[in-house]
C-alpha cells in the first residue's frame, strides 16, 4: 500500500497555478503518498480546485482536499488552517510546504524512519534539504540567535561524513513535519504574521518542548526562480518584495512578545537584531534597485512592531491541550 496513514501533507498556495500543478505532480509521482493532502486556497481559484480533484482521483486510498479561503489570509494564515484541519482529522504528522517547490521520488518514503526515530528519541520536528530552482544545494540558516531574533548567519551549512542530522531551534515551512503532540502543546502556527517569520517563530516554540533536527536528505527542490546575490560557494541573498519588507519587520514584534513569555527578550539586544534586520534588507535592496518603496516599507514595518511589543492586549497562540509543566525541556 502507497498510502502511509495518518500523515498529512499541507500546501498553501496563490495564483500560482503552475508552480502549484508541478507540485502536485511530484506528489503523485511519489514512491509513498500521505494519507491525506489539504490544498489551502488564499485565491478560490476554481481551476487550483480542478487540479486538487484530479490529484484525489489519481492518489487511490489517499484523499486530496481543496480548501477555498474566503480571503487571502497569507502563507500564515494558510497554514494556520491547514494544520488546525490535519490535527482535528486525526493527523500523527504533519508536513508543510509552499507551492513553489516539489518533492524528490522518494521524499515521504526517506522521512518513515526519522518518524519513528523522532518518536523514540523525542525529536518531533523534522526538517529535510532542500536544492534550488537550478540544482544547486540551498543554505538555509537552520540556527536562530533568539536575543538578537536574527538567523545564525554562519551556522555551517555542510554535514560531516558520519553526520546523519543536526539539532535546529528553528523551522520552515518548505518542508518542516510536525508531530500532532507539538501541535498540541504550542498550538496552530500564528496567523497573525501574514507572510514571513511565522515558521522560524513557530521551529523556536516547537524547540521549547522537543529537539527538532535538520535531516542530511535532500528531499525537495524550489521551483521558483529567484534573483539573489550570491555570498560564497553555497550561501545566497535573495531578492523579496516591498510586501515582505514590511512584514519582515513587523513581525518581530510578534516574535518578541513570544520572546518574551521564554524570558529570552532583551529590549537592547532585540534592537540589535533589529537593526542587523533593517541593513540586510538595505543590502537586498541593492539586488532590486528599490529603495524610493522599499525603504518606507521598512520603517512602517518597525513602527507597527514598536506597537505590537507595547500592545496590551496581545496574546499568544492558545496550545491545544494543557501541557504538563514537569514535561516541558527547558
Known amino acids: 500500500m502507497k498510502t502511509i496513514e495518518q ?8 495564483k500560482r497555478l503552475e508552480l502549484l500543478q508541478l507540485l502536485l505532480e511530484s506528489i503523485e509521482e511519489n514512491t509513498r503518498w500521505p494519507e491525506r493532502v489539504y490544498i489551502v486556497d488564499n485565491d478560490a481559484d476554481e481551476e487550483v480546485g480542478a487540479l486538487v480533484s484530479d490529484l484525489d482521483e489519481k492518489l487511490v486510498g489517499s484523499t486530496v482536499s481543496w480548501i477555498p479561503m474566503p ?54 520536528a523534522l526538517q529535510c534539504r532542500r536544492l534550488n530552482f537550478d540544482g544547486s544545494d540551498f543554505y538555509w540558516q537552520y540556527r536562530f540567535i533568539n536575543k538578537l531574533g536574527i538567523p545564525n548567519p554562519v551556522a555551517p551549512s555542510g554535514f560531516k561524513e558520519q553526520e546523519t542530522a543536526r539539532p535546529m531551534n528553528t523551522a520552515c515551512f518548505e518542508g518542516g513535519l510536525f508531530h500532532r503532540s507539538v501541535v498540541e502543546r504550542i498550538g496552530i502556527p500564528d496567523y497573525r504574521f501574514f507572510i514571513y517569520w511565522d515558521d522560524a517563530l513557530y521551529g523556536y516554540l516547537a524547540s521549547k518542548i522537543t ?17 539573489s546575490l550570491k555570498l560564497g560557494r553555497v550561501r545566497k541573498l535573495n531578492s523579496t518584495s516591498n510586501m515582505a519588507r514590511y512584514h519582515i519587520m513587523r513581525n518581530r514584534g510578534h516574535m518578541a512578545r513570544y520572546m518574551k513569555l521564554h524570558n529570552e527578550y532583551n529590549p537592547l539586544l532585540w534592537s540589535i537584531g533589529t537593526m542587523a534586520t533593517f541593513g540586510k534588507e538595505c ?48
Open 71 to 124: 480571503t487571502n489570509t497569507g502563507g500564515s494564515g494558510g497554514f494556520s488552517k491547514g494544520v488546525e484541519l490535519a490535527y482535528a482529522n486525526g493527523a500523527e504528522w504533519i508536513w508543510l510546504m509552499d507551492d513553489d517547490v516539489k518533492l524528490l521520488p522518494h521524499a515521504l518514503e526517506t522521512l518513515l524512519p526519522w518518524m519513528q526515530e523522532g518518536k523514540d528519541h523525542n525529536h518531533l
Open 283 to 330: 543590502i537586498r535592496l541593492f539586488i532590486t534597485h528599490d529603495f524610493k518603496e522599499g525603504l518606507p516599507a521598512l520603517r512602517r514595518g518597525m513602527k507597527d512592531a514598536r506597537a505590537i511589543i507595547h500592545d496590551p492586549s496581545w496574546q499568544p497562540m492558545p496550545p491545544l491541550s494543557a501541557p504538563s509543566t514537569s514535561s516541558i525541556r527547558n
Open 211 to 227: 529537539q527538532p533536527l535538520l535531516i542530511r536528505d535532500v528531499l525537495m527542490q524550489r521551483t521558483r526562480p529567484i534573483a
Open 7 to 14: 500523515t498529512a501533507l499541507v500546501v498553501v498556495t496563490y
